[in-house]
T-cell receptor, first 113, second 112 residues
Framework: DGGITQSPKYLFRKEGQNVTLSCEQN?????MYWYRQDPGQGLRLIYY???????QKGDIAEGYSVSREKKESFPLTVTSAQKNPTAFYLC????????????FGPGTRLTVT | GQQLNQSPQSMFIQEGEDVSMNCTSS?????WLWYKQDPGEGPVLLIA?????ELTSNGRLTAQFGITRKDSFLNISASIPSDVGIYFC????????????FGKGITLSVRP
């Protein structure tokens, strides 16, 4: 089955530690995205990548970093510089950056204490 | 940035009832998407709209791209318990390199 996988589903970290969230897709999509979701809020774009080895900052990139070494993978690192890292993180992909139908993974809930 | 308005924040209906929700913007949008999110899961794309006035159905769901291009509507007919969830609208406004903007969502509860 084609789709997007995110792992792990739940992640717990101590304050001051970096943590990397995994996102893999087998849809052969060129574009991938990371969003953050807080309770009662819409999705906010962290980073996006239109093609391998290229990525751009979204609206709330501070404290996050990404890489896109393979078409299928777009990992997100939440660094210790992110002031409020506890949130639900969603990865999405679309066939191309100019195709606006985005498909989402199941999400990773990160809790930092 | 651009904002999409969805209200009310929560809606409560009886099983079997129809429900309508809308999404508005102060800017002209050229794409509207509707998603449903179950608790603790990722949003699932329900309907995509690309043309002003377009009316598209997906089972009991019908969505419309408003004529003014500043709004979109989602209707759910004959609601069932599994319709419970958060319904998000998303849109792309006209402008170079613009990305999807998401509304804050409407939480729908269905009483059996």
């Amino acid at each position: 089955d084609g789709g997007i996988t995110q792992s792990p589903k739940y992640l717990f970290r101590k304050e001051g530690q970096n943590v990397t969230l995994s996102c893999e897709q087998n849809l052969n999509h060129d574009a991938m995205y990371w969003y953050r979701q807080d309770p009662g809020q819409g999705l906010r774009l962290i980073y996006y990548s239109q093609i391998v080895n290229d990525f751009q900052k979204g609206d709330i990139a501070e404290g996050y970093s990404v890489s896109r070494e393979k078409k299928e993978s777009f990992p997100l690192t939440v660094t210790s510089a992110q002031k409020n890292p506890t949130a639900f993180y969603l990865c999405a992909s679309s066939r191309a950056a100019t195709v606006y139908e985005q498909y989402f993974g199941p999400g990773t809930r990160l809790t930092v204490t | 940035g651009q904002q999409l308005n969805q209200s009310p924040q929560s809606m409560f209906i009886q099983e079997g009832e129809d429900v309508s929700m809308n999404c508005t913007s102060s800017s002209i949008f050229n794409t509207w998407l509707w998603y449903k999110q179950d608790p603790g899961e990722g949003p699932v794309l329900l309907i995509a709209l690309y043309k002003a006035g377009e009316l598209t159905s997906n089972g009991r769901l019908t969505a419309q791209f408003g004529i003014t291009r500043k709004d979109s509507f989602l209707n759910i007919s004959a609601s069932i318990p599994s319709d419970v969830g958060i319904y998000f609208c998303a849109g792309r406004y006209t402008g170079a390199n613009s990305k999807l903007t998401f509304g804050k969502g409407i939480t729908l509860s269905v009483r059996p």
